[in-house]
Every structure is written in C-alpha cells, then in structure tokens.
C-alpha cells in the first residue's frame, strides 16, 4: 500500500524558515503529480504547492516568492521550503499524491499524510 509520512514541522517566528519533507512508499515516486495542502482552525484547507512528474510547479498565491517544492529522486522525498513565514501561514501541512493533477489540484488526491504542524509567532 501507498504511505506518505511527512516530518520537518515546528515552531518559528514571524520571517523565520521552515523545510517540510514527505516520504513516499509503495509507488514509482517520479511518475506521480504530488503537492501540500494545509489546514488551519476556523478556515478552509487549500492547496499550497504542486509539482508534476516532468518537475513543473504551481503556487498558492499566498506562497509564491516564499516557498519552494522539490523533489529528490535518489532520496524519494518531496520537500516543501518555506521562508519568510507569516503568522498567517499556521497550519497542519499534508502531503498529498495521485496519478492525475486534475484530481489533486482540485483537493481530491488517492493518497494522502497524516499531517505535520507548523507554527508561526508574530
């Protein structure tokens, strides 16, 4: 079976940094179009970055100029850089997987992580 475990969360202040990395099994990892999401109390959960399998990324307007998605191949991880965090960008962050970007873009990935928490102080 398919496993996403994501790990790198913590507490930062306001402008510090953060690299988030999730650790996928059971599938060909290059093959699959994979993103975060994150999900805050009281607010909707949203899509931060994506990255397909030919390596082009898409952004949350929120994040761009600020966070990074990567992958390392040798490694099979997928990474999520953030610099300059805000307050606002608290949240748990999920690692999410699937064959098809339409389906993950649109929040509705086959595989997902349980979640690791970021948070920010002002």
């Known amino acids: 079976d398919v496993q996403l475990v994501e790990s790198g969360g913590g507490s930062v202040q306001a402008g ?3 690299r988030l990395s999730c650790a996928p099994s ?9 993103g975060w999401f994150r999900r805050s109390p009281g607010k909707n959960p949203s899509g931060v970055a994506f990255v397909d399998s030919d390596g082009s990324t898409t952004y949350a307007d929120s994040v761009k100029g600020r966070f990074t998605i990567s992958k390392d191949i040798a490694k099979n991880t997928l990474y999520l850089q953030m610099n300059l965090l805000k307050p606002e960008d608290s949240a748990m962050y999920y690692c999410a997987a699937d064959s098809s970007c339409l389906w993950l873009e649109r929040g509705h990935p086959e595989y997902w992580g349980q979640g690791t928490q970021v948070t920010v102080s002002s």
């Open 16 to 18: 510090g940094s953060l």
């Open 26 to 34: 059971g599938y060909t990892y290059s093959s699959y179009c994979m």
